[in-house]
């Protein structure tokens, strides 16, 4: 028959061998004055534990936590690795790190080796071969590089306009020769190995070098 006790008090060590029901609170310790409390699994080594002097629930080795609800989180989180497998609802701001302090963040896509990372070391948002930033609801303008080649492809409604108040020049990408110039109020001087060949001016155009016409 089973050992009904309406009130225990431990003040050593208590071993139970077997299964241990309790039909009302179960208290370790008194506020201020706690105790270790630990829960081994099946995995040596791996344990969950009370940390009475660091106030800290702690998974120990192999252990791990599965939630199949909700967790609330009022305060602050500090994870050093979680995997989730299902939605996350943030309804607040989501910060990675601190000022001057990051960490990088990697969204992996559906296909191998498409990601976009965060690198806190360069300061940078990465986006692999094939990886696209894609804008429109109908996925009108796309960039992206496809391993060989960079892309901006617009398809979908209306022009790709390309916009500035002061000029837009084509370089090099080493920014060290021109190709192209548009000047706003002004001309379009057009370059060959960063020398001028041909621009438009107020009355008409100016060549540099000769002029052929076929035709």
Do not use: C
């Amino acid at each position: 028959d089973p050992l009904i006790v309406t009130s225990l008090t431990v003040s050593g060590t208590a071993t139970v061998g077997g299964a241990s029901q309790f039909n009302s609170t179960v208290t370790v310790g008194v506020n201020d004055t706690g105790y270790d409390v630990q829960f081994f699994g099946a995995t040596s080594g791996a344990h969950m534990l009370w940390d009475e002097s660091a106030d800290d629930l702690k998974l120990v080795g192999a252990a791990g936590l599965t939630v199949a609800g909700d967790i609330d989180v009022d305060g602050t989180t500090n994870l050093d690795a979680v995997d989730i497998d299902g939605a996350v609802q943030i309804d607040a701001t989501l910060s990675v790190g601190v000022d001057g302090t990051g960490y990088d963040v990697t969204f992996y896509g559906d296909t191998a080796s498409r990601y976009v990372k965060w690198d806190e070391s360069a300061d940078s948002l990465l986006f692999s071969d094939n990886a696209k930033a894609v804008f429109g609801a109908g996925s009108d303008l796309q960039i992206f590089h496809d391993g060989s080649n960079s892309k901006i492809i617009d398809s979908g409604t209306g022009d790709l306009l390309i916009a500035a108040d002061n000029n837009i020049t084509f370089t090099n990408a080493a920014v060290s020769e021109n190709k192209a110039i548009f000047t706003t109020n002004g001309g379009v001087t057009l370059y060959y190995d960063n020398a001028i060949k041909f621009a438009t001016v107020t009355g008409g155009v100016a060549v540099t070098g000769d002029l052929t016409a076929t035709g």
